[in-house]
């Protein structure tokens, strides 16, 4: 499947002053550049492509806003970004990267330094956009500061595999017995089954892949109460078919979707992204029913790491867990550890506040409807 070639804004360069001499500054970032910059950044990962860039313009309607920082000393810095315009300007919303979208942060030879990371963020200090939005990667998470002035500090945790050694090291150092028996019986119990798993990019596994995600959400309408029409159009808005077409398309090498099957209908299914350094658990939904019972999940994330292993990844990347006390415990189990690491939003009204009080209305009239046992309106 195609999409949209993204048309590249018109160039802007301005000049920032600082006490260690001028930095040269350039918007949208020239794709030479930033491949050569992202090249000799070690915790470069797949959401930094300039190729992911573009699905997510073509699919959630942003423009790309990605920034060069040329300094005195000749370091390159890139800050993958895109931004939903607006008029006036003030209504403008930046990000690096949008929920949804993976981590954004700042590519640099060799990775950011701390001082770097200052000198951008009081850039953007400067920008009068509604809000700009910046997520950095947890191996970048060192360089950057706690609270920033101007910021509203969001702290975020994910967990991680470390690679280091292989799957010999995996087995032996990272995983208990009790997450080895697990994989013993869910390889016996899938070969007893019949279970079988196809793995590539292809238009078909897609749709196989958001097939299960509609499937999971009508399991979550149930148990919220919610309406599963109302729940689906909500779940298509924030992930529409459409992303995971363009993301395979775009990166046939980086994307890879495995789909468990037992008698040709899918149970389970999991998108992993490969790039350099990092292998990232993207997303992952499933049968509960039959895939618990096969233990399909952690078949689907042993193929996946012996990927990432073959590789030449370093580090298995599981993302957040959102605060649900189960899917933490899985990735433990898996030997993710937690990596700390903080969003950062700039904000010229208090969207940060105004969101958290609203999650929470809404999470109060979801109980409240759990409660009664009732469908919603």
């Not at 994307?255 to 790039?275: D, F, N, S």
């Not at 590789?311 to 189960?326: L, V």
């Not at 999650?359 to 919603?376: C, F, L, P, Q």
Request: proline share 7%; hydrophobic share 40%; aromatic share 8%.
């Amino acid at each position: 499947m195609s999409h949209r070639q993204v048309r590249p804004r018109e160039s802007r360069e301005w000049e920032i002053r600082t006490g260690n001499g001028p930095v040269r500054a350039t918007s949208p970032v020239p794709r030479e550049t930033w491949a050569r910059v992202l090249a000799a950044d070690p915790g470069a990962m797949v959401f930094h492509l300039p190729e992911w860039l573009d699905c997510l313009c073509a699919v959630g309607g942003w423009k790309d806003a990605g920034r060069l920082y040329r300094t005195g000393d000749g370091r390159e810095l890139v800050l993958p970004m895109v931004c939903r315009p607006a008029r006036p300007h003030l209504l403008a919303v930046r990000a690096s990267l949008p929920p949804g979208w993976g981590t954004g942060g700042i590519l640099a030879p060799g990775g950011v330094r701390p001082e770097e990371v200052d000198l951008i963020l009081a850039d953007l200090v400067t920008d009068r956009a509604l809000r700009t939005r910046l997520r950095p990667s947890f191996d970048a998470a060192y360089a950057w500061p706690g609270p920033a002035p101007g910021f509203v500090s969001v702290p975020r945790t994910v967990h991680v595999l470390d690679l280091d050694g292989g799957m010999d090291a995996i087995w032996s150092k990272r995983w208990s017995a009790n997450t080895r028996r697990h994989m013993r019986v869910a390889e016996r119990r899938a070969e007893e089954a019949g279970l079988i798993i196809e793995t590539g990019n292809s238009p078909q596994l897609v749709e196989h892949f958001y097939d299960l995600y509609l499937r999971w959400l009508d399991r979550l309408a149930r148990e919220r109460h919610v309406p599963p029409v109302v729940m689906r159009r909500r779940g298509r808005r924030s992930e529409p078919l459409a992303k995971f077409h363009a993301v395979a398309a775009a990166l046939p090498g980086a994307c890879r979707i495995r789909v468990a099957t037992v008698e040709g209908r899918p149970v389970a299914a999991m998108i992993t992204l490969l790039h350099g350094e990092v292998g990232v658990y993207w997303r992952g939904y499933s049968d509960k029913e039959t895939a618990g019972r096969l233990r399909a999940n952690y078949l689907l994330h042993l193929r996946s790491i012996e990927e990432a292993c073959d590789a030449g990844c370093r580090y298995y990347e599981m993302g957040e867990s959102g605060g649900i006390a189960s899917l933490e415990q899985f990735k433990v189990r898996l030997g993710g550890e937690e990596r700390p690491l903080t969003e950062y939003r700039l904000e010229r009204e208090p969207l940060t506040r105004l969101q958290g009080r609203m999650d929470g209305i809404r999470g109060a009239a979801e109980h409240w409807i759990s409660e009664r046992g009732t469908e919603g309106p």
